[in-house]
T-cell receptor, first 111, second 113 residues
Framework: AQRVTQPEKLLSVFKGAPVELKCNYS??????LFWYVQYSRQRLQLLLRHISRESIKGFTADLNKGETSFHLKKPFAQEEDSAMYYC?????????????FGQGTTLQVKP | NAGVMQNPRHLVRRRGQEARLRCSPM?????VYWYRQLPEEGLKFMVY????????ESGMPKERFSAEFPKEGPSILRIQQVVRGDSAAYFC???????????FGSGTQLSVL
């Protein structure tokens, strides 16, 4: 069965510390993975997708098929990174709108 | 471009009433998706529509729930005879094409008393 797991409900770090938000998935096909972010009082928005291999706002994520993981990383956290982060898996055969979301991790960056 | 517009933001219904949630996609977007988020859970896919067509409703409960996206006007998610378990945040998203970025609305928080 398809599944996305974010094991941490809350991750709290100090400004300037490295951040790693964990995401593991279960999917029998070729996965397409995303990270979405929701800042306070804002809409859910796409942060990055694995096929683009971009770094957005200093965040990167590498798809590791052996470990079935897609962890989100940033070397130096900023206070403005505080938000809810969702890992998501596309399971619609090329339809990137049909997604399975993890439960989300709240990132809290303390000054 | 105002983005994906959902209304109302908050909707309160008593058990047995009907709930109608509306979603206007971004300009130029013809693909609409509805998601539901129960407390402490991630968003769950419900239905995917294009103009006048339901493409994929594999995530919709079999009874009481229906969705439409008419030729003119917003997409509507309708829940008949609501029960307390329907209380959730309902999100709409739209995209310009199948493999394009998904844009989300602010959601409708449905509370069933």
């Amino acid at each position: 069965a398809q599944r996305v797991t974010q094991p941490e409900k809350l991750l709290s770090v100090f400004k300037g510390a490295p951040v790693e938000l964990k995401c593991n998935y279960s999917y029998s096909g070729s996965p397409e993975l995303f990270w979405y972010v929701q800042y306070s009082r804002q809409r859910l928005q796409l942060l990055l997708r694995h096929i683009s291999r971009e770094s957005i706002k200093g965040f990167t994520a590498d798809l590791n098929k052996g470990e079935t993981s897609f962890h989100l990383k940033k070397p130096f956290a900023q206070e403005e990174d505080s938000a809810m982060y969702y890992c998501a898996l596309s399971y619609g055969s090329g339809n990137t709108g049909k997604l399975i979301f993890g439960q989300g991790t709240t990132l809290q960056v303390k000054p | 471009n105002a983005g994906v517009m959902q209304n109302p933001r908050h909707l309160v219904r008593r058990r047995g009433q009907e709930a109608r949630l509306r979603c206007s996609p971004m300009k130029g977007h013809s693909h609409v998706y509805w998601y539901r988020q129960l407390p402490e859970e991630g968003l769950k896919f419900m239905v995917y529509l294009q103009k006048e067509n339901i493409i994929d409703e594999s995530g919709m409960p079999k009874e009481r729930f229906s969705a439409e996206f008419p030729k003119e006007g917003p997409s509507i998610l309708r829940i008949q005879q609501v029960v307390r378990g329907d209380s959730a945040a309902y999100f709409c998203a739209s995209s310009a094409d199948l493999a394009e970025e998904l844009f989300f609305g602010s959601g409708t928080q449905l509370s069933v008393l």
